[in-house]
Nanobody, 128 residues
Framework: QVQLVESGGGLVQAGGSLRLSCAAS????????MGWFRQAPGKEREFVAA????????YYADSVKGRFTISRDNAKSTVYLQMSSLKPEDTAVYYC?????????????????????WGQGTQVTVSS
């Protein structure tokens, strides 16, 4: 069992930056694929980024590519999402997720059904 706790959300002006963190419990964190998803009010959950267990392959939604960076520190059992050049449309609750499987398919990595564990979410609000 893995528990995930997100932090780092908040209110930021458009063009600003935030770094989200997701701390995981459990000794097997380093074997999990980790991802970030987001959900805005009235919208479906949306894939943001994912990273393999080794920190090697990373995947991004087209909407955040070049602005967001996912990384992980297995020694700290933490995954990060560095968000830059934020836009009002980035406003959402951001969720951290963990998966026991890994796929070389970006489409598969972006499918929320692939993930087994979820955090409670952290709110990110970008003002214009």
């Amino acid at each position: 069992q893995v528990q995930l706790v997100e932090s780092g959300g908040g209110l930021v002006q458009a063009g600003g930056s935030l770094r989200l963190s997701c701390a995981a419990s459990g000794r097997t964190f380093s074997s999990y694929t980790m991802g970030w998803f987001r959900q805005a009010p009235g919208k479906e959950r949306e894939f943001v980024a994912a990273i393999s267990w080794s920190g090697g392959p990373t995947y991004y939604a087209d909407s955040v590519k070049g602005r967001f960076t996912i990384s992980r520190d297995n020694a700290k059992s933490t995954v990060y999402l560095q968000m830059s050049s934020l836009k009002p449309e980035d406003t959402a609750v951001y969720y951290c997720a963990g998966a026991t499987m890994f796929s070389s398919s970006a489409q598969a990595m972006g499918n929320f059904r692939m993930y087994d564990y979820w955090g409670q979410g952290t709110q990110v609000t970008v003002s214009s």
